[in-house]
């Protein structure tokens, strides 16, 4: 598989998604600075890590969402490569328009910087197929943006089309009915807010993060 | 010239910050407030000749984020 993994100004959960994207792949991802206008020749996975792009100025996520990169991301997405953003990822993937919906400041105004459990609510997806459906998970989040938020007929269109991929199974952020994760229509864009990087080996303490990456290189190659 | 432009969230749309500002108001004995919004001024200093549709592209494409904000634009006399 042949990965890259877009950096920003602000990024810093670049390398934590290289090394998880290497360790389960075998292969190192290109890394690709937001100046870039072009993703590297055959480009088979995209992904967009954490941190505070921009200093999460005006909007987190909302620069970098205009950023040169962007524009192939867009680009290769329409053509179905899979492109995971985790936590301001994800926040660059609703400001670019490529998901729904927009991550508002978490309800309690707190960061929020723990493991949460999440419900696996479809297990068909290229990102997903190797956990069970309605399984629960254990993966960390980070974050003060997560507050996922969008008008009610995008939220039912969400469920009925089996977009939402991962559900917090508690209150963590006030996000509308709990979504810590969504698809698009295609399926081969995914934004979730909990880190499946920091979740990869016994070390971590948790490795249920692993499997996410494990399906996407099984669907891909 | 100059514009400013007003972003505000959309009606509805929860507002934390708003809410942590209106209890640190009533925290301060202000009993009288009945609800607050937290919105962003952001003032353009722009060539003369810009155009209101050029304003409102600026607005759309990068100022707002309108799936949960609104925005208003008010041009200011030279």
């Known amino acids: ?221 | 010239m100059k514009a400013r432009v007003f972003v505000t969230l959309k009606p509805g749309v929860l507002d934390p910050q708003g809410k942590a500002i209106h209890h640190a108001l009533e925290g301060l004995g202000f009993g009288g407030v009945q609800d607050v919004r937290a919105g962003k001024l952001i003032e353009l200093d722009l060539a003369d000749g810009t155009s209101d549709a050029d304003i409102e592209a600026m607005c759309k494409k990068l100022l707002a984020n309108t799936v949960i904000e609104n925005f208003r634009i008010e041009r200011q006399a030279a």
């Open chain 1, 1 to 221: 598989m042949k990965s890259a993994v877009l950096v920003f100004p602000g990024s810093n959960c670049d390398r934590d998604l290289a090394v998880a994207i290497e360790t389960v792949t075998g292969r190192a991802p290109a890394m690709v600075w937001h100046r870039e206008s072009e993703l590297p020749q055959g480009t088979d996975f995209i992904a967009i890590p954490g941190g505070f792009s921009y200093g999460d100025y005006l909007r987190s996520g909302a620069m970098a969402a205009r950023s040169p990169i962007m524009q192939a991301v867009a680009e290769a997405a329409g053509k179905g490569v899979p492109v995971l953003g985790v936590c301001n990822g994800f926040q660059v993937l609703t400001e670019a328009g490529l998901l729904p919906g927009a991550l508002m400041r978490n309800a309690g105004l707190h960061f929020v910087c723990r493991s949460v459990g999440l419900k696996v609510e479809n297990s068909q997806s290229i990102f997903t197929s190797a956990y069970q459906a309605g399984e629960e998970i254990s993966i960390p989040v980070a974050h003060h943006d997560g507050n996922y938020q969008a008008d009610a007929e995008t939220l039912d269109r969400l469920d009925g089309e089996g977009r939402v991929a991962f559900r917090y199974t508690g209150e963590v952020n006030g996000s509308a009915r709990n979504i810590a994760g969504i698809l698009n229509s295609a399926g081969n864009v995914l934004g979730m807010m909990p880190h499946p990087e920091r979740a990869l080996e016994p070390a971590h303490g948790n490795t249920d993060g692993r499997r996410l990456f494990e399906g996407l290189l099984e669907a891909v190659s």
